[in-house]
């Protein structure tokens, strides 16, 4: 039996589970221990970790960066009930298929491809920044698998281009470290945590297809939309979601919307407050219908 410990931050008194708060391994809690499985379909392939046992959870990661980035929050949902299944985008790791004119819809069918062979076909999907589009798309293409949807640092509708320019000098290898991490610093993470773990971890070979996929189709495509209600989770601290635009998505579609704001968080979210992200999708997933 989890043992319950009250505590009193972000809204008002909460009850995790010990487990949560420590941060116990899925094999320990949940009975499933971490795997690693390609799956294959065709031309495609997707590289999936995966973790614990119960509903499904699939965690997507953020524009040029990998599913490892969930690691902490990955395995504090696993250890409080839930299959964490987390597909290495198209194009990392054993993650490999056409590249050439990709789309969302065609991430969203590697998504499918997970849900379907490894989380009895229906799950929530997380995604952080870009991997929303993903998840958004997924929703669209494919209602009766998606539960529910969480949206972790989603930008403005109207994405800043000065953003954009230092995401990209933050990416880049080649630049110096101390330039990349200043970067980091201004747009992924909030004053006084350290960007310095998001040096590394970077596949800008990717960039360019990705950023062509999210043209197919555009935001004003799948945006205005939703089957699924959503979570939508905010740094505190994040350039890229300004308080101004907080209840940008629940203004458009109304109560589906969930919003929760991460204390001393920014764009990064995962690396800066992983139990209270962890927590909060454990809570709105525990809500949802079958």
């Known amino acids: 039996m989890p043992i319950s410990i009250s505590f009193t931050w972000l809204r008002g008194p909460l009850t995790v589970t010990l487990a949560l708060l420590l941060g116990a391994c899925a094999h320990e809690v949940a009975g499933g221990g971490r795997e690693r499985v390609v799956l294959k379909q065709g031309n495609v392939q997707v590289d999936v970790i995966a973790e614990g046992r119960g509903p499904a959870v699939v965690l997507l990661p953020s524009s040029q960066r990998d599913s490892e ?35 969302l819809h065609d991430l969203a069918n590697d998504v499918k491809l997970a849900v379907d062979r ?34 972790v640092g989603a930008s403005e509708r109207e994405i800043s281009q000065e953003l954009i320019r230092k995401l990209n000098l933050a990416s880049d290898l080649t630049k110096p470290q101390d330039v990349r991490l200043k970067a980091l610093q201004e747009v992924m993470f909030a004053p006084g945590n350290d960007a310095s773990s998001w040096l590394t971890g970077w596949h800008p070979k990717v960039r360019d297809a990705y950023r062509g996929a999210a043209q197919r189709p555009g935001r004003d495509v799948w945006w205005p939309i939703t089957n699924a209600p959503i979570l939508d989770l905010q740094g505190d ?20 919307i969930t919003v929760k704001v991460i204390p001393r968080a920014s764009h990064a979210l995962m690396p800066e407050q992983p139990k209270a992200v962890a927590l909060a999708i454990v809570e709105w997933v525990r809500t949802l219908q079958p």
């Open 69 to 103: 980035d969930y690691d902490d929050v990955a395995r504090l949902i696993a250890a409080e009930g839930f299959r964490v299944l987390r597909p290495q985008p198209r194009g990392m790791h054993g993650s490999i298929g056409p590249m050439e004119q990709l789309s």
């Open 118 to 151: 490894m989380g009895g076909g229906r799950a929530v999907l997380v995604g952080h920044a870009y991997g929303h589009f993903t998840a958004r798309v997924a929703d669209m293409d494919h209602p009766n698998m998606v539960r529910g949807v969480v949206v």
């Open 237 to 256: 601290s994040d350039p890229w979601r300004p308080a101004s635009s907080r209840n940008e998505l629940k203004d458009k579609l109304g109560s589906k």
